[in-house]
């Protein structure tokens, strides 16, 4: 009975195996052949606006696409192979409404869509007006030390801009990019860009202007308290001083040369060779002030201007 099922299994064997792989085969090109489906991407291309309209809202770029077909052709697939355009020859200012259908796509050969997302698009459109409108400067302010002289001036002071309706008629003035100060010690004149605050919105024609900035050194003050005052010139004389030896000083000048002055620049004094002779015990003397820069510098404020000293 062994040999008998031997027998049975051995005899053609050839034939056996080749149907087992011609099965499987089948088996095999019709599990790839079957129909299955695939999301996939597709650009919209919104054509023919009328002229004088503009698309003020954010329509979808591309549409979500279930396509079902063979998964030979499924697997190749690419938004690259579908194409839609949407035609906007017909419509008006105000709000537009279309209809998506899968029967609007036209797929590769072979191919069927069977879902579409969004399937309603939405469009808001606007007239496309021109306006005329100021220049505004920004500029960032200049390096400690340093002022704006005036504001800066800048050639044209208005530009052409255009744009929605509804968006240009709460505008009535167009920025520059910044205008950078740093660094910067004297007057320049520079050509900056327009920017806009929304990209609807455009600049017509030249989209630079030129600014013109004038920069000086800021002039500021300083004050001295406490300051000693000193007696010159007092050989050979006998004199007493009344009153506080102390000096109050302020000086105002540019930033460059009072930022670093100190009370150890400064010498204030009193010559006391000034004594007269004079049957007077009392005599008042000018107290003297000397100090660096005094051609850029000028002394605002002194006390005493004068000392009592008493000649004995």
């Known amino acids: 009975m062994r040999n008998t099922f031997k027998n049975t299994f051995f005899k053609n064997l050839g034939k056996k195996i080749l149907a087992i792989v011609i099965a499987i085969a089948i088996w095999f090109l019709v599990s790839i052949e079957s129909n299955i489906e695939k999301e996939i991407t ?16 954010n329509p979808p770029e591309d549409l ?22 949407l035609d906007l020859s017909n419509v008006t200012q105000g709000v537009s409404k279309f209809d998506i259908r899968t029967d609007q796509i036209k797929p590769p050969r072979g191919l069927q869509v069977t879902g579409i997302s969004p399937a309603e698009i939405e469009l808001e459109v606007d007239e496309l007006v ?32 255009s744009g929605p309706k509804i968006l240009l008629s709460k505008i009535n003035e167009i920025t520059t990019d910044t205008v ?26 030249d989209k630079t202007v ?20 000193k007696f010159v010139n007092f050989e050979n004389l006998n004199f007493e001083p009344i009153g506080v030896l102390k000096a109050e000083l302020s000086f105002e000048g540019p930033y460059s040369k009072i930022k670093d002055l100190n009370s150890d620049d400064i010498k204030v004094y009193v010559d006391v060779g000034d004594l007269k002779k004079s049957d007077r015990k009392l005599q008042r003397l000018k107290v003297s002030v000397s100090y660096p820069f005094n051609d850029s510098i000028k002394l605002k404020k002194q006390e005493p201007k004068t000392l009592e000293v008493r000649h004995n």
């Open 130 to 161: 021109q306006k005329t409108v100021d220049v505004k400067v920004i500029f960032s302010s200049p390096e400690t030390g340093y002022d704006l002289v005036d504001m800066p001036e800048v050639t044209p002071k208005d530009a052409i801009i």
């Open 42 to 57: 597709m650009i919209v291309n919104y054509v023919n606006l009328p002229k004088g309209l503009v698309i003020t809202n």
């Open 210 to 229: 030129r600014v013109t900035v004038n920069i000086r050194e800021s002039t500021i003050e300083k004050e001295f308290k406490d300051v000693d005052i």
């Open 64 to 85: 979500n696409l279930v396509v079902r077909g063979p998964r030979s052709r499924l697997s190749t697939l690419s938004p690259q192979n579908f194409e839609f355009s």
């Open 180 to 205: 950078s100060t740093k660094g910067v010690k004297s007057n320049f004149t520079i050509e900056v860009p327009l920017r806009t605050t929304n990209p609807l919105i455009k600049v017509v024609g």
